[in-house]
């Protein structure tokens, strides 16, 4: 293994095993610096780049998390869940804003490095281990970009039988097959736990079927 990789997996491990002990203190930020913009930084993009991602894609992405102020680091996508990369759907919260913007148009392969404000962070309150008001810095390596449970192409997929909705059953098949296919299969629980969430989330007159109004949080042309 690289020296490089291999000191990155020990920082990682490091980290998560001594950062319960470290005590951090606040950074008072001007209104400028709460409200300014993810800056970018590409560090690898593979000579064939696509696809890209987009708002409702899902992606498979290893980031680790610092803090701009001291370069600590926060989070480390290697050691933590068994240390597989992070499954994650484009643009509808399930990451901070920031990274929502700043992984948008990446490839399999590329590399970013995204700077990302407190206003689009974690904030003003912060998150252990985040102190309020940081500035924060991630180191993004995305895997795989695919059509996401969000895309109207995947609700046609998942909809067998053409009725314009969705039953829990359906979005569960739908979400094995897409982890199968990517190598990460799961156990029931976790596809359980998954299809739950965006039943809470979509399913908005509570009728345990999610139309494809509901579905349609982008407002596609396509319906």
Same mark, same amino acid.
């Given at each position: ?33 709460? +409200? ?19 708002? #409702? ?12 102020? +001291? ?30 913007? #700043? ?57 067998? +039988? ?20 990517? #190598? ?23 009728? #345990? ?15």
């Amino acid at each position: 293994m690289h020296s490089g990789m291999m000191w990155r997996l020990v920082s990682c491990t490091l980290w998560l095993l001594v950062s319960s002990q470290l005590s951090f203190w606040c950074v008072w930020a001007t209104p400028a610096e709460l +409200d300014g913009d993810v800056k970018i930084e590409v560090v690898f993009k593979p000579e064939q780049c696509a696809p890209k991602s987009k708002r #409702g894609d899902l992606m498979n992405v290893h980031y680790d998390g610092f803090l701009a102020k +001291d370069g600590s680091q926060f989070y480390c996508s290697r050691s933590d869940k068994a240390g597989h990369p992070q499954w994650f759907v484009l643009g509808v919260g399930q990451v901070i804003k920031g990274l929502d913007i #700043g992984m948008e148009d990446m490839c399999p392969g590329e590399k970013r490095k995204i700077t990302v404000p407190p206003g689009l962070a974690f904030g003003e309150k912060g998150k252990d281990p985040v102190p309020p008001n940081a500035t924060v810095v991630f180191e993004v390596e995305v895997y795989s970009v695919s059509r996401g449970p969000r895309s109207m192409e995947a609700f046609g997929q998942m909809d067998l +039988d053409r009725d314009r909705s969705l039953t829990k059953a359906e979005v569960k098949e739908y979400l094995k097959l897409e982890y199968e296919k990517g #190598g990460k299969a799961r156990d029931d629980p976790f596809y359980e736990k998954i299809m739950a969430d965006i039943f809470r989330k979509s399913d908005h007159d509570r009728d #345990g079927l999610i139309s494809a109004k509901e579905y349609n949080i982008y407002e596609h042309d396509e319906l």
